[in-house]
Nanobody, 127 residues
Framework: AQVQPVRGGGSVQAGGSLSLSCETSGTQVSHELDQYCVGWFRQAAGKMKEWVAAIVPPSGNTDFADSVKGRFSISRDNAKNTVDLRMDSLKPEDTAAYHC????????????????WGQGTQVTVSS
């Protein structure tokens, strides 16, 4: 399985919005997204990678870190094998490189030691 480089990102002023897209391709994993965690992560300069959000199998429910709850949302397009992260009301502290990954459940609220990762994209929020 492969996770393509995250699309989207860029620079925006505080209060603005951005959308990121994560596309999977390849073998069985990408066609069985309902069996794996699909997570979003971010890493700010000089800081450790932080779990942001995930789609939790098998229900497909979404889960968000407290820091982004109410501002970020996730949507999935099974036909396109994409998972999008919509980010609203962005804050300067949201500035980071954002990544997506597919990894094993049941605990999706974590940064996995092993998973299929896509190359990240930079999000910069100015005040």
């Amino acid at each position: 399985a492969q996770v393509q480089p995250v699309r989207g990102g860029g620079s925006v002023q505080a209060g603005g919005s951005l959308s990121l897209s994560c596309e999977t391709s390849g073998t069985q994993v990408s066609h069985e997204l309902d069996q794996y965690c699909v997570g979003w992560f971010r890493q700010a300069a000089g800081k450790m990678k932080e779990w942001v959000a995930a789609i939790v199998p098998p229900s497909g429910n979404t889960d968000f870190a407290d820091s982004v709850k109410g501002r970020f949302s996730i949507s999935r397009d099974n036909a396109k094998n994409t998972v999008d992260l919509r980010m609203d009301s962005l804050k300067p502290e949201d500035t980071a490189a954002y990544h997506c990954a597919i990894y094993a459940p049941p605990n999706c609220r974590r940064t996995p030691g092993f998973g299929y990762w896509g190359q990240g994209t930079q999000v910069t929020v100015s005040s």
